[in-house]
């Protein structure tokens, strides 16, 4: 399953893109996919299938998740940024 994914501040720099596509089925297998072809971003923001504190995910511009086991679906946007990517 395919979800599309947006980087902010931390994450879009570490990652050295702005979007990409990540395959899973929850968070935290959407989270190991990235990790493994973005160490760097891994390095900053991903431990395991977790996010690191101080970082978030926005499922569908509705909600902040950051549970590992959250349900994705086929087509979702993810957005990842660090929590002071708003200013």
């Known amino acids: 399953m395919s979800v599309a994914v947006e980087l902010f ?5 570490r990652a050295g893109v702005a979007q ?7 968070l935290g ?5 990235l990790a493994g072809r973005f160490p760097q971003l891994a390095e900053a923001c991903i431990e395991g299938q977790c996010l ?11 909600r902040f998740i950051t549970d590992p ?9 993810l957005l990842l940024l660090s929590l002071d990517a708003g200013g």
């Open 9 to 13: 501040g931390i994450a879009r720099s």
């Open 20 to 26: 990409t596509t990540a395959e899973g089925v929850c």
């Open 29 to 33: 297998e959407v989270l190991a996919n």
């Open 52 to 62: 690191r504190p101080g970082f978030t995910a926005n499922l569908g511009g509705q």
């Open 69 to 77: 086991k959250t349900p994705l679906h086929d087509g979702d946007s």
